[in-house]
């Protein structure tokens, strides 16, 4: 058996959009189930984001604590945002967020991985980039407002992530699997062997 995740689409007899919100909806559909029964199925629809580890040359990440309201926690997580249109280059969306969030740019990007975080319940799928030559970025500093207004950048070194997310102490679905998926490539074929940062990306869709 090969270890590979496969699309596949089950039939849909009907579908309803109850909430549509300003970034996100909730869409019921009734799927059929093998043994032919229909079942409804309430889940997120996203546009879909791509987030950032961005890595310096003290081996130190890039992290922002911000204020997530669902969770009630200020969470440690690396730069992300949301795809603001469809078929939009993720790359082009990851550059934008790194120097919105940080004001930083980098010279080397790579694909690190792509998730679906929360597949049981939302379609969104992200793509985590790693971004690396970092370098102070010029011209103004984005204007940050609402949760955006009270966070906090540093600089962490990758072992001290590591240790916080195995102790349960680091929680940001972005950061857990960027940072253990570095560590993971390095301990595999290394960083350089990454697929390319404009490398196809079948949830996602774009022109590169």
């Known amino acids: ?100 969030e940080a004001h930083v740019k980098a010279e080397d990007w790579r694909v690190l991985t792509d998730v679906y975080t929360t597949p049981g319940g939302c379609d969104e799928a992200v793509r985590i980039f790693l971004a690396r030559d970092l370098s102070e970025a010029e011209g103004e500093r984005f204007a940050v407002e609402e949760e955006e207004a009270d966070m906090v950048l540093d600089r962490v070194p990758v072992e001290d992530l590591v240790r916080g997310v195995l102790a349960g102490e680091l929680h940001n679905n972005c950061l857990v699997v960027g940072v253990l998926s570095l560590v993971a490539a390095r301990g595999g074929d290394g960083l350089d062997a990454l697929r390319p940062a404009l490398a196809p990306w079948p949830a996602r869709p774009f022109e590169a």
């Not at 799927?31 to 950032?52: E, F, I, K, L, N």
């Not at 961005?54 to 997530?68: E, G, I, K, N, T």
């Not at 926690?73 to 945002?81: D, M, N, R, T, V």
């Open 1 to 100: 058996m090969t270890i590979k995740d496969a699309p596949e689409e089950w039939e849909i007899r009907a579908t309803q959009t109850p909430f549509v919100g300003n970034k996100t909806s909730v869409r019921t559909d009734a799927v059929v189930m093998p043994d032919g029964t229909v079942v409804g199925r309430d889940y997120q629809v996203h546009p879909g984001s791509v987030a950032v580890l961005a890595l310096d040359a003290d081996d130190r990440v890039l992290v922002l604590r911000q204020y997530r309201h669902p969770v009630r926690h200020k969470l440690w997580e690396i730069p992300a945002g949301l795809l603001d249109v469809p078929g939009e280059n993720p790359l082009h969306a990851a550059q934008r967020e790194l120097y919105e």
